[in-house]
């Protein structure tokens, strides 16, 4: 995808909350909509480059721009979390995630159980599919998950977990989206969410297929480009 009408660089000054942070851009301070509820301790430092995308034209926003970049150690890293799911929308257009079948619809946001899950495939075989967004890169070139203990996160898995014992026919994979491109491998933050390394790993063994993935990033736009292992 594509970053349009175009990214302008900012530096970091402070994170004031979940959803808010000032930067400096031109000289001047402005605060500024961070789409991304993680911790990103190691990315939200006062200093780091950034990018920021212009925001809507809506007249109740208070905040005109959104990060969607911010430079670790030399490299991009997008920390957009919606992205993730249209990043895996175009790549499986594009035929890359062929085991998850291309012979259905692709459609987003379907509720099943207690659950509502990213994406559903209505074909022969129906496949179930959750996307995660990971932008922390651990010692050795892990890409990890999550930053912060996430229960809607580990709930999701065992929805996928319960979904595939129901019924064997049905495919479920939850895909782990590494914004960035120095990732080698994938792994569950278990120190953050141990809760959420045993939901990955029982729906693992129950039959959910765990895919990940990472993304050449880039001023201009953001792209999956090559699988990497699920070690763990």
């Known amino acids: 995808m594509f970053f349009s009408p175009g990214l302008e660089r900012a530096i970091v000054e402070v994170r004031l909350n979940r959803f808010l942070a000032v930067v400096r851009m031109n000289g001047r301070a402005i605060r500024i909509h ?4 993680g911790r990103m301790r190691e990315l939200m430092v006062k200093g780091a480059q950034c990018a920021l995308l212009p925001a809507s ?3 109740e ?10 430079k670790h150690r030399g490299t991009w ?8 799911n249209q990043l895996f929308a175009e790549a499986f257009e594009k035929g890359m995630f062929a085991e998850l079948g291309n012979c259905g619809k692709l459609s987003a946001e379907r509720t099943i159980g207690r ?23 651990e010692r050795g ?3 990890a998950f999550p930053d912060a203990p996430t229960e809607r996160g580990a709930r999701h898995l065992e ?4 979904i595939r014992r129901a019924d064997p026919k049905t495919r479920c994979a939850v895909v782990f989206v590494a914004q960035r491109n120095d990732v080698l491998t994938f792994a569950p933050h278990d120190s953050t969410d141990p809760q959420f390394g045993r939901a990955l790993r029982e729906a693992r063994d129950a039959g959910v297929q765990v895919i990940a993935c990472k993304c050449k990033v880039g001023m201009k736009g953001i792209s999956i480009h090559e699988r990497v292992e699920a070690a763990f």
């Open 159 to 162: 929805e996928l977990a319960h």
């Open 34 to 37: 961070v789409p991304n509820s």
């Open 77 to 84: 890293v997008g920390i957009h979390s919606a992205r993730a």
């Open 141 to 143: 070139g892990v890409a």
């Open 57 to 59: 034209n809506d007249a």
């Open 115 to 137: 659950s509502r899950f990213d994406f559903v495939i209505d074909g022969p075989i129906p496949t179930v599919i959750e996307v995660k967004s990971v932008t922390l890169r």
């Open 61 to 70: 926003r208070k905040t005109k721009w959104s990060l969607e970049l911010v």
